[in-house]
């Protein structure tokens, strides 16, 4: 399960920088504004309209506890806002100017648009799968990490995320772009595997 939830996660990076941003930042702010608002709530003797009514700037904060709920209300929620129109607005503008060759006279409907980009491919699955890929893995897992799964799944993981971070991938959807990064790095990890190397290893022994 831990390994499951940790590929879906570092398949994150297939998804647009807005819905990236959401996941690793608007969930975070949005439980501690949460927080605040419940804590708050239930310390002030007006309640949950009295709490709304601060948060939204409409009274001043009467309790201690509201304190906090106006302050994300005066400086959080303005930027919030303002940062991600304004990040759309200029994603959509240099888009109409910057469309990919492959890209044009492409029509992508609703359910392809909001399509999950699916999870990082888990190595063991692809034992006995084929001769490519039990050779892969062999290079791969036996030979660079000496047979430790668990190492050679994190690595694996950690360089299909870092490979879907290229500009390259930026124009793909969700799904060609999870697609593309895993194939290129398998082409990387085919050719270091010779060395019985794996890049994540020596970057991370040169930099510890």
Not at 127 to 141: C, P
Request: charged fraction near 20%; proline fraction near 2%; hydrophobic fraction near 50%.
């Amino acid at each position: 399960m831990a390994v499951w939830v940790r590929r879906t996660f570092r398949s994150r990076k297939a998804l647009s920088g807005v819905t990236q941003w959401f996941i690793d930042w608007g969930i975070p702010i949005a439980l501690v504004v949460g927080f605040v608002w419940v804590w708050g709530a239930s310390r002030s003797k007006e309640g949950w309209s009295g709490i709304y009514k601060v948060f939204t700037l409409i009274d001043a904060p009467a309790h201690v506890s509201s304190w906090g709920a106006s302050v994300l209300g005066w400086l959080l929620v303005p930027a919030l806002i303002g940062g991600v129109a304004g990040h759309v607005i200029a994603a959509r503008m240099q888009r109409v100017k910057d469309i990919a060759t492959n890209h044009l006279f492409q029509q992508r409907s609703l359910g392809r648009r909001l399509k999950l980009p699916g999870r990082i491919t888990f190595l063991e699955s692809l034992h006995l799968k084929s001769a490519i890929d039990q050779e892969f893995l062999d290079r791969y897992v036996r030979r660079a990490h000496r047979g430790d799964w668990k190492t050679a799944q994190d690595h694996w993981e950690i360089l299909v995320r870092d490979v879907l971070c290229a500009v390259e991938l930026a124009e793909l959807d969700r799904t060609e772009a999870l697609a593309s990064a895993e194939s290129f790095a398998r082409a990387v990890t085919w050719m270091t595997a010779y060395q019985d190397k794996c890049l994540v290893c020596s970057a991370r022994a040169n930099h510890p």
